[in-house]
């Protein structure tokens, strides 16, 4: 019984160790654009799973691509890192200011 209380000790601390340094960014490509162009807006998700992404509704913009997606992987000195990013092309419908 000691061994089962342990290894789901040792197992939870490595997950709570392994998540520790999880970050979510948002990045948008500019700050304002010219008529009839498009910015991408990025979703990153790092040192963390993601088992699904919902993206928030794009109301008044036309998606023009997306979701695009990517992951990467390292290990550097024993250090694992991973992330994964969803990105999207909107085009606005009218012209304003847009939060």
Do not use: H, R
């Not at 700050?31 to 919902?54: C, G, P, R």
């Not at 390292?74 to 994964?84: A, C, E, F, H, R």
């Amino acid at each position: 019984m000691k061994k089962v209380i342990l290894l789901l000790f040792l197992l939870s601390t490595l997950v709570a160790v392994a998540q520790k340094d999880a970050n979510f960014t948002v990045t948008v490509s500019t700050d304002s654009i010219l008529m009839d162009n498009y910015f991408e807006v990025t979703f990153k998700l790092e040192n963390a799973s993601a088992q699904a992404f919902t993206p928030p509704s794009f109301e008044g913009f036309q998606v023009l691509s997306g979701p695009n997606t990517a992951s990467s992987m390292s290990i550097v000195n024993g250090k694992m890192t991973q992330s994964i990013s969803y990105s999207y092309y909107l085009k606005p419908n009218d012209i304003g200011n847009y939060y």
